[in-house]
């Protein structure tokens, strides 16, 4: 059973920094490209970066405040994404999905990942 974990959401003031992780099981990350995306509610769900399975070249939205580092360890089926300088309008549920390494749509488009992860919440407040 494939499996996607995120970890390492939570409460931060604005100007902080948070560390996702995106555990995989039951798959070979590294057949996979990794995709972060988050949806806040009401709103639609936003891509924000996307790193290749092989090369880890990675790409990245405008959706973010702050700068994101997308990151993967392949050697530990893991994933992450690093999030800096964090504001309020970042609050939403982070997701990291598994697309495919020979799919070549759009990283934006949710519809071609293969798996998804249950969230991580992340709430900027002060």
């Known amino acids: 059973q494939v499996q996607l974990v995120e970890s390492g959401g939570g409460l931060v003031q604005p100007g902080g920094s948070l560390r996702l992780s995106c555990a995989a099981s039951?798959?070979?990350?590294?057949?996979?490209?990794i995709g972060w995306f988050r949806q806040a509610p009401g709103k639609e769900r936003e891509a924000l970066s996307f790193i290749d399975h092989a090369h880890g070249s990675v790409s990245y939205g405008d959706s973010a405040k702050g700068p994101l580092t997308a990151s993967r360890d392949n050697a530990k089926n893991t994933a992450y994404l690093q999030m800096d300088s964090l504001e309020p309008e970042d609050t939403a549920v982070y997701y990291c999905a598994a697309r495919s390494w020979f799919k070549y749509g759009s990283w934006r488009d949710p519809v071609d990942y293969d798996y998804w992860g249950q969230g991580t919440q992340v709430t900027v407040f002060s």
């Open positions: 039951g798959l070979t990350l590294a057949e996979y490209g």
